[in-house]
C-alpha cells in the first residue's frame, strides 16, 4: 500500500488543523492505520490509530482529548483532526498502516505542522 500524507502547515496555538492520508494499491480496509509524528531533535512518537473497522482508536495521552482519528473506507484516506494545538505539537507527521501487530511496515512522506504561540 502507499501513502500520501497531506493538509500540514502553519497554525497559531489553540487553533485547529486536519490531516489527511490517501491510501492506494490495496485493499485500504486490511490497514490498521496510525498517525506518528517526530518534533526536531526527537524521536519519532506514537499520536494515534485506529482499527480496520474504525470501530476502535487509542491515542497517546499527549493528545488525548484533543485530537480525533478517523477513516473512510470508501474514500481510502485516514484523517487526524487536531484542535487545541500547542506549540510543542509541531512535528512532521507521518501516517502508515500495518496488517499485524506491532510494526508499520508502510510509511507515508509526512507533512510538517508548525504550531505558533
Known amino acids: 500500500v502507499q501513502l500520501q500524507a497531506s493538509g500540514g502547515g502553519l497554525v497559531q496555538a489553540g487553533g485547529s488543523l486536519r490531516l489527511s492520508c490517501a491510501a492506494s494499491?490495496?485493499?485500504?480496509?486490511?490497514?490498521?492505520l496510525g498517525w506518528f509524528r517526530q518534533a526536531p531533535g526527537k524521536e519519532r512518537e506514537f499520536v494515534a490509530s485506529?482499527?480496520?473497522?474504525?470501530?476502535?482508536?487509542y491515542y497517546a495521552d499527549s493528545v488525548k482529548g484533543r485530537f480525533t482519528i478517523s477513516r473512510d473506507n470508501i474514500k481510502n484516506t485516514v484523517y487526524l483532526q487536531m484542535h487545541s494545538v500547542k506549540p510543542e505539537d509541531t512535528a512532521v507527521y507521518y501516517c502508515?498502516?500495518?496488517?499485524?501487530?506491532?510494526?508499520?511496515?508502510?510509511w507515508g512522506q509526512g507533512t510538517l505542522v508548525t504550531v505558533s504561540s
Open positions: 502508515a498502516a500495518r496488517r499485524a501487530p506491532p510494526e508499520y511496515p508502510y
Open positions: 485506529i482499527t480496520e473497522s474504525g470501530s476502535r482508536t
Open positions: 494499491g490495496d485493499t485500504f480496509n486490511n490497514y490498521h
